[in-house]
């Protein structure tokens, strides 16, 4: 069942030639009925246009769809880059027989680039609704998104009678031009629009936002859930649970795809003031190079995860001495009189894991957060360093 | 005359076997009668005993000195580590026949060990002062304190009849287990106290609080000058201009140094509102795996720049249209008719040369700073993750 389409949406991918290949690079996902929605996006001063429209578009919570191009961001593409997303998404909207303001538009890969108009524009121009041929599911839309990703991502999960259905592409471990990251959620349940909404900043905020790989922000993040409620009503916090079962997948897919990636890094962080903290020392520790090449080279130098922790300068309240680390279930800090057993215990632990779990406790309070990354590799380098755009 | 030591300086090196490889690993800079003395030190939740003694003793800008261990950084050693620092010291000052308050203590290496005290103690208990042999250097002295940099790094300037000798060792990119900083600068110029302090603090401002490797802040960053006032008066902004060529030397050498790193990343941002979102802006951009991927490279990428900009997501005053970047002399952004020229200009500025500059104006205000870094290579990441502690 993952890839499953949930009922009443179609979908279209297609090849018009951002390079050569003849990969799929168009992709157009669509509820058949006004659907509700709910839509992030990232934060970038340099964002592109298809944000900027996407996001004028999310506004009012009823978008149905999204049209995606892959393999060229159309960012810092100046006005020309303006008219040619706006073109883009007039033409997807006339050939769905949709109103412009239903559809969000988004687009990843090089930046600084015009789109090819005159092949895109054909195609829109050309396409039928519902399209001809056999019928897309969400598997071949996952793919039609990707650009380095070595594989595509999706999930689909049940809540009752309804299904729900992810689709993800990769971020900068996997993503030689940015760290770019799209996904998109379709689904049939019937959530009232100020619950979908919630329910989305919830798990995206947990999921999606807890998320780090190189610490490169791009400028075409876009996540969007899209409703059509053809299943009927849901036990919202049901849904919940399958949103976040859903996304938290597809986060752990992104963070361990991909040549440069071989092993997802968890850190759980207690103990702290409150969730905010939490986050900021798990990121510190996620994001820190030394911490990375660590885990990658199974190295138990459990120092580079307090002094990555102690990069929190601001937070004075973080006390060494109150201060308890963890890789996995071997505790390491407060150092004890085993340490070389430890140390021995913690590098077959990293040996043997392709998932490393670092716990930190900060011993002040009750806040908690968890944040996923990866390690930092060879393949990692050579990746960014070797693909000339 | 570099590494030459200012009239009234004694150093000592020698090893007292924190690893078995009969290299130097204690040092001691000091001078011979009462000196002025400034320092910053690493503001990291988990600085070391080290840096807690030390920022006392400096705190009445009276130090005379340093005793440094190297290869061992005694942080998150506990109650025990922090007796050993202060065993360290008081052993240090006896030895001199100076007040223990007049000597700060300096350490660097890895995290979660011990020192080894007695063999420690027994060399300076033994110590003689002046030392016994040959008198060393400057150039001792910097080789003393380095843990895995390739090469000591020592500079000197005149000021009239004064010298001032700055020494440094390495940071992240050249350091497996820690991105530890140590800097030290020994003059006999005649400054008064609060000049010497002011001075200080604007060099070590735009020097080495403007270089980053790789994000990872030490728990045992120490900066400190010691005046001793043997050459008597000296004009200020003579000498400021003199620290600064020295400072920004080895701040460079730093940046360029190791198997790790190959290209010294220079990013010049001006036009920003004001200095700090400069500093701000200049940072996403030097701290940009992507940005130190493609330099590394050598691809012409400049979307990645741009990209990285745009991370600064609180300065909303930052608006596309109104940004310029530049490779060296060669403006990239915004872009223009001959975009693939200039991708060709940038390709080849980036393959000759071991120094790169980008330019970025923000077109807002006034503000500027330039910020150091270097390259991501896979070399880092090897250096990083097989070294086993």
Redesign the interface.
């Known amino acids: 069942m993952h890839g499953a389409v949930p009922r009443g949406f179609t979908i279209h991918t297609a090849p018009v030639g951002i390079e050569d290949d003849g990969r799929d690079d168009l992709c157009i996902i669509a509820s058949d009925v006004p659907a509700r929605s709910a839509a992030v996006f990232t ?5 592109g246009p298809s944000v900027t429209l996407s996001r004028d578009a999310a506004a009012d919570g009823r978008a149905r769809g999204v049209v995606v191009i892959a393999r060229n ?1 159309n ?4 006005v020309e880059g303006s008219r040619n997303a706006t073109a883009v998404r007039d033409s997807t909207a006339r050939a769905l027989g949709i109103a412009p303001s239903e559809l969000l538009v988004a687009s990843t890969g ?3 680039r015009q789109y090819p108009m005159p092949q895109i524009l054909d195609h829109l121009n050309g396409l039928t609704w519902p399209p001809a041929g056999e019928p897309r599911d969400m598997t071949a839309a996952a793919r039609a998104i990707m650009t380095t990703d070595t594989r595509p991502k999706f999930l689909s999960a049940r809540i009752g009678e309804a299904t729900l259905t992810g689709i993800a592409k990769g971020v ?1 471990m996997i993503e030689p ?3 770019t990251l799209l996904t998109f959620f379709a689904t049939d349940a019937e959530l009232d629009e100020e619950t979908l909404a919630a329910v989305f900043k919830r798990v995206m905020d947990i999921t999606f936002n807890a998320v780090s790989i ?6 075409s993040d876009s996540a969007a859930i899209f409703s059509n409620a053809l299943a009927g009503p849901v036990d919202p916090e049901e849904f919940e649970q399958a949103l976040l079962s859903v996304a938290l997948g597809l986060v752990k897919m992104i963070a361990s795809d991909g040549e440069g990636a071989s092993t997802l890094i968890q850190v759980e962080v207690e103990g702290a003031r409150d969730e905010a903290q939490a986050k900021r020392v798990g990121k510190a520790v996620v ?4 911490v990375k ?2 885990v ?2 199974a ?6 995860v ?8 601001e ?2 309240d ?4 109150r201060v308890a680390v963890r890789f996995g279930d071997i505790g390491v ?3 004890g009189a085993d ?1 070389d057993e430890r140390r021995d215990s913690v590098a077959a632990y990293l040996k043997a894991a392709d998932e490393v779990v670092i716990g930190i406790d900060l011993g002040i309070g009750e806040g908690r957060f968890t944040v996923y990354g990866c390690d ?3 393949g ?3 990746l ?6």
């Open positions: 934060r970038s001063r340099f964002a961001a960012v810092a593409t100046g090089v930046i600084g900068g031009d940015m760290a190189d610490t490169d922000t791009s400028t994001n820190s190079p030394l090449t660590a990658h080279g190295d138990p130098n459990w120092g580079r307090v002094m990555a922790i102690g990069k929190c300068q937070d004075t973080i006390l060494p001495e800090y407060p150092p340490e930092l590799t060879e990692y380098v050579r960014n360093s070797q693909y000339t755009t």
